[in-house]
């Protein structure tokens, strides 16, 4: 009796490839998802510093009668300085954002292209196991049409 030839996928290095492109862009995605966490909360810390000058600058002027315009100048140039932080904060808000919805686009192309080509192997699985049945079972009917003749004869 031979025996039948194990299983080979012929695109098993594809498929290889596939699956470590899959893993790179899960780790793209857990990076720019670190990435947009962390402007969220700079972005948060400015918007709290913001407050904070924007109160300090009201109780300036409303409160202290003896507060100079040069100083009212300088606390409002710093609230315009803060403002400007948090638009940059929000732009890298943003540009956060976009690069994880394109990072999960990647990871969900790469997905669909791994499980397709692990679908295929499986189906060739299958197939080469029916196959290998067919050749056994084959081989079977022979043996016992063998054995049938000699015990016949």
């Known amino acids: ?3 039948a030839p194990s299983f080979r996928f012929r695109l098993e290095r594809i498929r290889t490839l596939r699956e470590r492109k899959e893993d790179l862009a899960r780790q793209e995605l857990a ?3 670190t990435q947009l966490t962390g402007s969220q909360e700079r972005l948060r810390d400015v918007e709290d510093h ?4 924007r109160t300090g600058q009201r109780l ?3 409160e202290s009668p003896n507060v100079s315009a040069a100083e009212l100048l ?7 300085h803060v403002e400007a932080q948090r638009s940059m904060g929000m732009r890298e808000l943003e540009r956060h954002e976009a690069d994880v919805a394109d990072r999960d686009a990647q990871l969900g192309l ?4 791994h499980q397709m080509l692990e679908r295929l192997k499986e189906r060739h699985r299958v197939e080469h196991q029916r196959e290998a049945g067919r050749r056994e079972s084959s081989l079977l009917d022979e043996v016992a ?3 049938f003749r000699r015990s016949a004869a």
């Open 1 to 3: 009796m031979s025996t």
């Open 31 to 33: 990076r720019a998802v």
């Open 50 to 53: 913001l407050e904070q000058a």
């Open 60 to 62: 300036a002027a409303t």
């Open 74 to 80: 300088a606390r409002q140039a710093f609230v315009e």
């Open 110 to 113: 790469a997905a669909r292209e």
């Open 145 to 147: 049409l063998d054995r």
